[in-house]
Every structure is written in structure tokens, then in C-alpha cells.
């Protein structure tokens, strides 16, 4: 496994049950067998989900007298949006002048009706 926190992330979100699993970790805190409830898949398979989730830092699991509890990780998610922020800031500058260069066409058309 890659030890680049980024790929680890990306590569757990990457697949539709552990974003699901994350979407219901939004509600609050569960139980593994909870979380397993929508998905038709064996205990040892949600786990592996679980694991993956929590190697990524996407997750925290706690024990909880015989219960294992998970949580979302808002650090690990943190990590994920300060990345994509980034690009998000470089396609905002795109869109932005390309609405500029948009305008400037429109105004032109507009006087050379005229």
C-alpha cells in the first residue's frame, strides 16, 4: 500500500460502498453493524471497507465496550478538499475570463448592429 496520505484517500473514495459508508457517517456516529445494514455483503467485507476508510484517516473507529464505533474524520476529509481546492481556484480563474472574454464579444456584436 502507498504511504502518500492523498492516494490513500482518494484511491478509499474511489469506490461507491465506502463513500456510502461515509455518507452515512454524516448523520453521526454508528456502529459496524449499521453501517453494514444497506449493503448485501458478509461482516468480514464491510470491515475490510472499514479498515481501508480508517488507513485513509477518513474514518476513526473506537471500541466501545463490545462495540466498535465510527466516526468521520473531518482532518482526513480536510486533506482531500485543501487538494481539490486548488484546481477548484485555477477553474474559477478559467471561468472567469473566459465570462469576460464572453461579454466583450457580446458588446462588440451589439455596436457593430448598431
Known amino acids: 500500500m502507498t504511504t502518500d496520505p492523498l492516494s490513500r484517500i482518494f484511491g478509499a473514495l474511489a469506490d461507491p460502498t465506502r463513500r456510502a459508508i ?47 464505533r465510527c466516526s468521520l474524520n473531518a482532518e482526513g476529509l480536510q486533506k482531500a478538499d485543501d487538494w481539490v481546492a486548488r484546481y477548484r481556484t485555477f477553474w474559477d480563474k478559467r471561468l472567469d475570463a473566459l465570462d469576460t472574454y464572453l461579454l466583450e464579444m457580446k458588446q462588440k456584436a451589439g455596436t457593430s448592429n448598431e
Open 22 to 68: 461515509l455518507e452515512q457517517l454524516t448523520e453521526g456516529e454508528k456502529t459496524a453493524g449499521q453501517l453494514a445494514k444497506p449493503f448485501k455483503m458478509s461482516a468480514p467485507a464491510i470491515s475490510r471497507h472499514l479498515k481501508v476508510l480508517e488507513t485513509a484517516e477518513l474514518i476513526e473507529r473506537k471500541v466501545d465496550a463490545q462495540w466498535r
